[in-house]
């Protein structure tokens, strides 16, 4: 009986918790930030590179979602409104930075990463370059304006549609899709060396 609760409980939509959450069941609450507080770490983590201050942002965000639980309206996914809180809040934070001017790339050195899966077949050293690789990335992505981070997050590493990424961030579908555009040409630009350096074995292999 009670594996069966469970199952209905986790078939549960995100806009019916909320709306039961509304209403003052506690438990939705728990429920929706077992769901959205990896993801949003994740997320927010990459938009501002630092950790400390990516997992003070996710449990702002869930405060603003407990204290502002009746402003939101079924008109939107839930997905949509607690990534905008989550999006506005890393981008004050970086604009702190800014006029501190203590924002700088020596936020990734010695991070602990711990978002992605670990590919228990490679070898160490395979899993030493995969690290490497992925600052190398991390510091590509942090290097975008924030307008062109912010699509890039949301559609290639969360996934979200464009009509979805217009939704959280409030501007024209079209604009989403030059952003993303843009700002993919923009780390193909930057990691174009990695792929040159990817590519090297199959080469040497082939000869």
């Given at each position: 009986?009670?594996r069966?609760?469970?199952l209905?409980r986790?078939?549960?939509?995100?806009?019916?918790?909320?709306?039961?959450?509304?209403?003052?069941?506690?438990?939705?609450?728990?429920?929706?930030?077992?769901?959205?507080?990896?993801?949003?770490?994740?997320y927010?983590?990459r938009?501002?590179?630092?950790?400390?201050?990516?997992?003070?942002?996710?449990?702002?965000t869930?405060?603003?979602?407990?204290?502002n639980?009746?402003?939101?309206?079924?008109?939107?996914?839930?997905?949509?409104?607690?990534?905008t809180?989550a999006?506005?809040?890393?981008?004050?934070?970086?604009?702190?930075?800014?006029?501190?001017?203590?924002?700088?790339?020596?936020?990734?050195v010695?991070?602990?990463?711990?978002?992605?899966?670990?590919?228990v077949?490679?070898?160490?050293e395979?899993?030493?370059?995969?690290?490497?690789?992925?600052?190398?990335?991390?510091?590509?992505?942090?290097?975008l304006?924030?307008?062109?981070?912010?699509?890039?997050?949301?559609r290639d590493?969360?996934?979200?549609?464009?009509?979805?990424?217009?939704?959280?961030?409030?501007?024209?579908?079209g604009?989403?899709?030059?952003?993303?555009n843009?700002?993919?040409?923009?780390?193909?630009?930057?990691?174009?060396f990695?792929?040159e350096?990817?590519?090297?074995?199959?080469e040497?292999?082939?000869?």
């Amino acid at each position: 009986m009670t594996r069966k609760r469970n199952l209905k409980r986790d078939k549960v939509t995100d806009e019916q918790l909320i709306a039961r959450f509304q209403q003052g069941d506690l438990q939705a609450f728990d429920i929706l930030v077992r769901r959205y507080k990896d993801q949003l770490l994740n997320y927010v983590y990459r938009f501002v590179g630092n950790r400390s201050d990516a997992e003070d942002i996710v449990q702002e965000t869930f405060l603003r979602v407990y204290k502002n639980k009746h402003y939101y309206k079924e008109i939107a996914k839930f997905s949509t409104w607690i990534y905008t809180i989550a999006g506005n809040l890393a981008k004050t934070e970086l604009r702190r930075r800014k006029r501190r001017k203590i924002f700088s790339v020596s936020n990734f050195v010695n991070e602990e990463k711990d978002f992605d899966i670990p590919d228990v077949e490679r070898s160490p050293e395979q899993q030493v370059d995969g690290s490497i690789k992925d600052d190398i990335i991390q510091k590509a992505i942090e290097k975008l304006p924030p307008k062109f981070k912010e699509v890039i997050l949301l559609r290639d590493v969360q996934g979200f549609s464009y009509e979805e990424i217009s939704q959280i961030l409030g501007i024209p579908l079209g604009t989403v899709k030059s952003r993303v555009n843009r700002g993919r040409l923009k780390l193909q630009e930057d990691l174009k060396f990695l792929l040159e350096t990817e590519a090297k074995p199959s080469e040497e292999t082939k000869a």
